[in-house]
């Protein structure tokens, strides 16, 4: 539902692309969801939205991460090499594969003459 609003507010001009039964109908399921008691107060499931970003809850026990059975398919080993892998490329200045199988390069540092192009405008 997010990606559907979201579109219309990046692309306002296409907004009507989305037909309107199907935002009636999200709509309507949310109010439900807003209205009926948490079903599993013990799992996380932002890590099927972001592999990163909800990786503390996960790694302090808080939540269970919905990446793994019974909710997800996927095992330990294939998260755990996955967090590896993003986290290799977290690293500033850091030649990683990334998980496109593409090598990501250092980024340049300011060097110099940025310094002084910047204080000259």
Same mark, same amino acid.
């Given at each position: 539902m997010s990606h559907l609003i979201l579109f219309g507010y990046v692309y306002p001009g296409r907004r009507l692309q989305v037909p309107r039964w199907l935002m =009636? #109908?999200?709509i309507r399921r949310l109010e439900v969801e807003m209205t009926s008691m948490? =079903? $599993?107060r013990t799992v996380c499931q932002g890590t099927l939205l972001s592999w990163a970003q909800y990786l503390d809850y996960? #790694?302090?026990g808080?939540? #269970?991460d919905a990446r793994h059975p019974p909710r997800g398919a996927l095992t330990t080993e294939e998260t755990a090499f996955v967090t590896t892998q993003f986290r290799k490329e977290q690293d500033i200045g =850091? $030649?990683?594969t990334s998980l496109s199988g593409k090598r990501s390069q250092p980024r340049p540092q300011p060097g110099p003459e940025t310094q002084s192009h910047k204080s000259a405008a």
């Open positions: =009636s #109908e999200l948490p =079903s $599993d996960i #790694e302090r808080e939540y #269970e =850091s $030649d990683t």
